[in-house]
């Protein structure tokens, strides 16, 4: 999957993915490979990226939106 993570200011994060766990309104959640088409909105948390290699990386957010369609997530995210 791919991942784009981006705030107004600049890009977090973009690269290959094995999943990614996301702050959302109603609790967290994790979108995998061959995910259905989703759109959420996101709140003050942490994200969780577990790159194909391996490494797990964590961002921290205030809130955004996710996206995720035909294996391509974009995070716009308040940083």
């Known amino acids: 999957m791919h991942l784009e993570i981006v705030t107004p200011e600049k890009s977090l994060y973009s690269g290959e ?8 309104k ?7 490979n061959k995910h259905a088409a989703i ?3 996101l709140e ?6 577990k790159e194909i290699a391996g490494e797990t990386i ?12 035909n294996n ?3 995070v716009l995210a308040d940083s």
Do not use: A, H, R
């Not at 205030?62 to 996206?67: F, I, K, P, Q, W």
């Open 58 to 69: 964590f961002f921290e957010i205030n809130g955004g939106v996710v996206e995720c369609k």
């Open 72 to 74: 391509v997530i974009s």
């Open 17 to 24: 993915v094995e999943l990614i766990q996301l702050p959302g």
């Open 26 to 32: 109603n609790g967290s959640f994790e979108i995998l």
């Open 44 to 49: 003050k948390g942490k994200i969780k990226v």
């Open 39 to 41: 759109v959420s909105s």
